[in-house]
């Protein structure tokens, strides 16, 4: 499961239903090859959304460039998070891509960052 990409894709800024279908795919993500296939109906499902709605957002991600769908004849869809969305774990924002830095906590309670 893709729970590092969870993390990544919160700040992303889109619409709710764009939003929700991310964070499902990311939930779906195999963070080694950076590739989901779920299924419209089964993101619908996780999302609570309709199917039309998912494929609407699917689309809106797709223009803004968040995923990359990579379309196979016959069978569904795979979608690849794309890193210079900030949806992947290089942690790179969306808008500067630069790098950020994770505030820490130390054994003290201080927080510094990384």
Not at 35 to 64: K, N
Request: aromatic fraction near 4%; include cysteine; proline fraction near 6%.
């Amino acid at each position: 499961m893709g729970f590092h990409s969870i993390e990544d894709v919160l700040p992303w800024q889109g619409s709710p239903a764009a939003k929700a279908v991310l964070v499902a795919m990311a939930f779906r993500n195999n963070d080694q090859t950076n590739r989901c296939d779920p299924s419209i109906a089964g993101i619908a499902e996780m999302t609570c959304l309709s199917e039309r709605t998912v494929i609407r957002a699917v689309e809106e991600l797709e223009a803004a460039k968040a995923i990359t769908c990579i379309r196979r004849p016959g069978t569904r869809s795979a979608y690849s998070l794309n890193r210079c969305h900030g949806v992947t774990s290089d942690k790179v924002s969306p808008v500067t891509k630069e790098s950020k830095a994770v505030p820490s906590e130390s054994p003290t309670g201080d927080k510094s960052a990384k």
